[in-house]
């Protein structure tokens, strides 16, 4: 039985619906993984280039008491 329960707040998938759940599931992981993979390539390359990422010190060594 394919069922959503409106009071209860969840989808409860059966058949069809469950294999399309899987699908869509394994999609987003393997694009999260890719993301991931870019994002760590774009801070090594950076990091190369001598750039470094972040926010900037508040406070300094020249400011500091």
Not at 25 to 35: L, N, Q
Not at 38 to 48: D, I
Request: no cysteine; proline share 3%; charged share 30%.
């Amino acid at each position: 039985m394919n069922s959503f329960r409106r009071n209860e707040g969840f989808y409860d998938p059966s058949g069809h619906g469950a294999a399309l759940f899987v699908f869509f599931a394994g999609m987003a992981e393997s694009e999260r993984e890719y993301i991931r993979e870019k994002s760590l390539e774009g801070q090594a390359s950076a990091r190369e280039r001598g750039r470094h990422g972040g926010r900037p010190e508040a406070v300094g060594d020249d400011m500091a008491a």
